[in-house]
């Protein structure tokens, strides 16, 4: 071919980078730039190329070229920044973002990616950058969806990154995966109202995976009842994490000469795959596609598929979307209805979901166990002693909770400080998010009518940090509107009781089913204005507490949260109900 001058090469490879031709492009801009190696324009389409086809490492190299050639072209370190953000460069990242925000800035792109790289390290600069940004451009989909997260999860403000959320649900742009985040998080937020939640999930289905279609094909399946049946368990928490040590106890207990077990798991990290193998046929399925996985499962032969994620990290919904079990439900991991057409029942209990009261809160059908929909597993090869209520030993009475910082909701912190007002000599534990979100806390307390020095903020910490931790405290105080779950457990487990406030729904009775499985109805309050008076009479009673501290353990041991083998008993008889009923309708 002959040799053709390095623009009219440039102009060729723009045309095929138009015509969506990248492989292409980038050998025509490899060539210009072998006539002109510092050609800006050839590195620029050479970069953009490379990304175009995820060769993010070469397309950095070429746009570090061209921003050296071309130093003043925002949208080259825009888009430097951008892919060095994404490959975890974070501090080059930093660099390129402020290079484009001193040509201009009022650059969208750029506030928001600095915002996020500098949330966690420096929030009053990052807070600013996405209000700008947010005044700027407040449809923006991107940003908004970032204002949220930083709001929820390290700001810890749940209440505005509800707002945000719904205001980015609204767009209708969103794609599944980040629209169980933002169902997550509403949770959180104590502006934010049991219906409309609810509302939000079946449109969430409706839109992502009830088009799925629920094509399964069972015509082979033995629907015969009296067989032994095979029992898939759904999660990406088959690890350290509550669901994991929930499914354990389930695995170990349920009777396995009635159920074959295979469990599912949706993380890369198979450290608990030998605890599992001991009960259960293991197959990792993380990065595997939806195709790959529901043949897995129909391979496997699975009667009922239990889905342990709910809207959270790493679930699967678009797996179980396409029905590839004949029965689908859903248990423990995800305190709310996950919308589906496709999960059949989700497992409570009748203190989380009275009886009459809840239904019309859950696109699955309830099915409510006799007292706990879950069963609690202590901290397992940690032992930590137990010391009797500070209170008692001279110190000032301590409330304290140390659940997820960012259940302390606004709700939260009202309702707390009008407690501490009330009782001035006491003062409140809490752990933070981040030093930043520390001193929010501090600040909203205060706000609230709280004295600063009846505030004490820890950082998080080891497991036994955390159950020392314990000893420090006189009375929790369960969050809402999304409660305490296994952390409530571990309270009780460390002689701490819990005072909780009776919610609408599941995700504000936790409290109330743990204490109702204890005993404690006396720690349950119908409104804020017993929840405080309870708490100052609770306060004024070190004796109780006392003999709290020394049987609260074995007052757990001997409930129905741990309760194991007639937990496993219950949830097996369930589990042939459903099959039961499964095949009188083939039949």
């Given at each position: 071919m002959p040799n053709q001058d390095s623009q009219a090469l440039l102009s060729r490879a723009k045309e095929r980078a138009e015509a969506g031709d990248f492989s292409q492009a980038i050998e025509l801009s490899k060539r210009c730039l072998d006539q002109e190696s510092a050609h800006a324009e050839a590195l620029i389409l050479l970069g953009r190329s490379l990304a175009?086809?995820?060769?993010?490492?070469?397309?950095?190299?070429?746009?570090?070229?061209?921003?050296?050639?071309?130093?003043?072209?925002?949208?080259?370190?825009?888009?430097?920044?951008?892919?060095?953000?994404?490959?975890?460069?974070?501090?080059?990242?930093?660099?390129?973002?402020?290079?484009?925000?001193?040509?201009?800035?009022?650059?969208?792109?750029a506030m928001r990616h600095m915002a996020n790289l500098t949330i966690d390290s420096d929030q009053t600069n990052a807070l600013h950058l996405f209000n700008r940004a947010y005044t700027l451009a407040p449809y923006h989909y991107d940003?908004?969806?970032?204002?949220?997260?930083?709001?929820?999860?390290?700001?810890?403000?749940?209440?505005?990154?509800?707002?945000?959320?719904?205001?980015?649900?609204?767009?209708?742009?969103?794609?599944?995966?980040?629209?169980?985040?933002?169902?997550?998080?509403?949770?959180?937020?104590?502006?934010?109202?049991?219906?409309?939640?609810?509302?939000l999930h079946l449109e969430w289905a409706a839109q992502h995976t009830n088009p799925l279609g629920q094509a399964a094909c069972f015509k082979n399946h033995d629907f015969r009842a009296n067989r032994s049946l095979r029992v898939g368990l759904l999660s990406a928490d088959f690890c350290q994490h509550p669901v994991g040590r929930f499914a354990l106890?389930?695995?170990?207990?349920?009777?396995?000469?009635?159920?074959?077990?295979?469990?599912?798991?949706?993380?890369?990290?198979?450290?608990?795959?030998?605890?599992?193998?001991?009960?259960a046929s293991w197959r990792n399925i993380f990065d595997r596609k939806d195709d790959t996985v529901i043949e897995q499962i129909t391979d496997d032969r699975i009667d009922i598929l239990l889905d342990l994620s709910g809207h959270t990290k790493g679930a699967r919904l678009a797996v179980l979307g396409q029905r590839p079990a004949p029965v689908q439900a859903s248990v423990f991991?995800?305190?709310?209805?996950?919308?589906?057409?496709?999960?059949?029942?989700?497992?409570?209990?009748?203190?989380?979901d009275p009886p009459g009261q809840t239904e019309a809160f859950w696109a699955e059908k309830l099915e409510r166990m006799p007292h706990t929909p879950w069963v609690y597993l202590p901290p397992q090869k940690v032992s930590v002693s137990l010391e009797t209520p500070p209170s008692t030993n001279g110190k000032p009475f301590t409330f304290g909770c140390l659940n997820n910082p960012f259940k302390t909701s606004h709700a939260c912190?009202?309702?707390?400080?009008?407690?501490?007002?009330?009782?001035?000599?006491?003062?409140?534990?809490?752990?933070?998010?981040?030093?930043?979100?520390?001193?929010?806390?501090?600040?909203?307390?205060?706000?609230?009518?709280?004295?600063?020095?009846?505030?004490?903020?820890?950082?998080?910490?080891?497991?036994?940090?955390f159950l020392k931790l314990h000893n420090e405290i006189d009375l929790m105080l369960d969050p809402f509107p999304y409660n305490g779950g296994v952390t409530t457990g571990d309270a009780f487990w460390m002689g701490v009781p819990l005072l909780c406030l009776e919610g609408e729904t599941y995700v504000s009775r936790q409290g109330v089913m743990q204490n109702k499985?204890?005993?404690?109805?006396?720690?349950?309050?119908?409104?804020?204005?017993?929840?405080?008076?309870?708490?100052?009479?609770?306060?004024?009673?070190?004796?109780?507490?006392?003999?709290?501290?020394?049987?609260?353990?074995?007052?757990?041991?001997?409930?129905?949260?741990?309760?194991?083998?007639?937990?496993?008993?219950?949830f097996g008889g369930m589990l042939q109900r459903w099959w039961t009923k499964r095949c009188s309708e083939e039949n």
């Open positions: 175009m086809l995820n060769r993010n490492d070469a397309a950095i190299q070429a746009l570090e070229k061209a921003s050296k050639a071309k130093s003043n072209d925002i949208e080259v370190l825009n888009l430097l920044g951008h892919l060095l953000y994404h490959s975890g460069r974070n501090k080059e990242a930093k660099d390129a973002f402020k290079g484009c925000l001193e040509l201009n800035p009022s650059h969208i792109e940003l908004l969806f970032d204002y949220a997260w930083g709001m929820t999860y390290s700001v810890g403000d749940t209440n505005l990154g509800a707002h945000l959320f719904r205001r980015w649900i609204a767009l209708a742009q969103s794609t599944a995966d980040r629209g169980s985040i933002a169902l997550q998080a509403l949770n959180y937020a104590s502006n934010q109202d049991p219906k409309t939640l609810a509302r106890v389930l695995c170990h207990h349920i009777n396995r000469n009635q159920f074959e077990l295979f469990v599912y798991s949706n993380n890369k990290q198979d450290v608990f795959k030998k605890s599992f193998e001991s009960f991991a995800y305190p709310n209805t996950t919308g589906m057409a496709a999960i059949d029942y989700r497992i409570s209990d009748p203190h989380s912190i009202h309702l707390w400080a009008q407690l501490l007002k009330r009782i001035p000599e006491t003062r409140l534990i809490l752990q933070q998010l981040n030093d930043g979100h520390g001193q929010r806390l501090r600040d909203w307390f205060a706000e609230a009518g709280a004295s600063p020095e009846q505030i004490d903020i820890r950082p998080k910490g080891s497991v036994t940090y499985c204890l005993g404690l109805e006396a720690f349950i309050a119908r409104d804020e204005r017993e929840f405080i008076e309870k708490a100052v009479q609770i306060s004024n009673n070190p004796d109780m507490l006392t003999q709290l501290r020394q049987n609260l353990r074995g007052m757990l041991q001997r409930s129905p949260l741990m309760d194991y083998s007639g937990y496993a008993l219950e």
